[in-house]
């Protein structure tokens, strides 16, 4: 299906979790929707419920984007459709718990591919496309995590840290472009992330629903950064105030809190 409409999304990680849940507010808003992510059956789902209640048109494309080959397949099959992307979400990310030395490297890769690789190349390559139209707009998703040390999740906090400081160098270079780039960082959301992580549940954890819901509002009011939730900017203020290593004593005492008899 070619998209025609001029507000067109592509979301990565759509299948589930804050991603399935701005695609929905997105598409209340009429925006025709490219979804990616690994699971074609969910998306299948998504798209079939989303077209019916929203009329809009969905793409949806099954990609594995750790690989680097998938990112660049990515860009060339919405190339080949025709579409051009208006509004790119770098959405999917990966994250695993646990000693540095324990990790196995293939999930160290995973993350570095995921959370950091697959945000650069599809930033350029959808980028490029929208400087020729001088608009666009990009949402990237980090953490609260971007602010501090992570020890016992140091890989995955580190990327997000990356995913910070790289989105706000963009938002500054793209500005005379007419490109805004936006930052999302929710701290512990529901989203089955913990368990793919290898850790509890965090009790007061926001629902990817809320997330999404401040996300979004931020997004549509030009915020450079996004962070959701009363007790998640507290504790951005306090990492931004405390020395690292303090920081890092703390984090590693919730890790290890979290992670504990999963």
Same mark, same amino acid.
């Given at each position: 299906?070619?998209?025609?409409?001029?507000k067109?999304?592509?979301?990565?990680?759509?299948?589930?979790?804050?991603g399935?849940?701005?695609a929905?507010?997105?598409?209340?808003?009429g925006?025709?929707?490219?979804?990616?992510?690994?699971?074609?059956?969910k998306?299948?789902e998504i798209?079939?419920?989303?077209?019916?209640?929203?009329?809009?048109n969905?793409?949806?494309?099954?990609?594995?984007?750790?690989?680097?080959?998938?990112?660049?397949?990515?860009?060339?099959?919405?190339?080949?459709?025709?579409?051009?992307?208006?509004?790119?979400? =770098?959405? #999917?990310?990966a994250?695993?718990?646990?000693?540095?030395?324990?990790?196995?490297?293939?999930?160290?890769?995973?993350?570095?591919?995921?959370?950091?690789? #697959?945000?650069t190349?599809?930033?350029?390559?959808?980028?490029?496309?929208?400087?020729?139209?001088k608009?666009?707009?990009?949402?990237?998703?980090?953490?609260?995590?971007?602010?501090?040390?992570?020890?016992?999740?140091?890989?995955?906090?580190?990327?997000?840290?990356?995913?910070?400081?790289?989105?706000?160098a963009?938002?500054?270079?793209?500005?005379?472009?007419?490109?805004?780039v936006?930052?999302?960082c929710?701290? %512990?959301?529901?989203?089955?992330?913990? +368990?793919n992580?290898?850790?509890?549940?965090?009790?007061?954890?926001?629902? #990817?629903e +809320?997330?999404?819901?401040?996300?979004?509002?931020?997004?549509?009011? =030009?915020k450079s950064?996004?962070?959701?939730?009363?007790?998640? +900017?507290?504790?951005?203020?306090?990492?931004?105030?405390?020395?690292?290593?303090i920081? %890092?004593?703390?984090?590693?005492?919730?890790?290890?809190?979290?992670?504990?008899?999963f």
């Open positions: 299906m070619t998209l025609n409409n001029e067109t999304v592509l979301i990565t990680g759509a299948s589930s979790g804050i399935l849940e701005l929905k507010l997105f598409s209340k808003d925006y025709n929707l490219i979804l990616v992510a690994r699971s074609e059956n998306l299948e798209a079939k419920n989303l077209i019916k209640k929203y009329n809009i969905v793409h949806i494309i099954k990609e594995d984007l750790s690989k680097r080959e998938s990112v660049k397949d990515l860009f060339l099959k919405v190339q080949q459709l025709g579409i051009r992307v208006t509004t790119l979400v =770098n959405n #999917a990310g994250g695993y718990c646990g000693l540095f030395h324990e990790i196995d490297i293939d999930k160290d890769e995973k993350m570095i591919g995921l959370n950091i690789e #697959a945000i190349y599809l930033t350029k390559l959808f980028s490029k496309e929208m400087i020729k139209l608009k666009g707009s990009i949402l990237n998703v980090a953490s609260t995590g971007s602010y501090e040390p992570g020890p016992y999740i140091a890989v995955y906090y580190a990327s997000k840290a990356y995913v910070l400081s790289f989105s706000q963009l938002e500054n270079e793209l500005k005379p472009y007419g490109i805004k936006c930052t999302l929710p701290g %512990a959301t529901k989203t089955g992330f913990s +368990k992580a290898g850790k509890k549940d965090i009790k007061t954890a926001m629902s #990817a +809320k997330t999404a819901e401040i996300a979004y509002r931020g997004f549509m009011k =030009n950064v996004i962070i959701p939730g009363f007790f998640n +900017k507290i504790a951005v203020l306090f990492c931004k105030l405390l020395p690292g290593k920081s %890092a004593v703390v984090v590693r005492r919730i890790q290890e809190n979290v992670t504990k008899n």
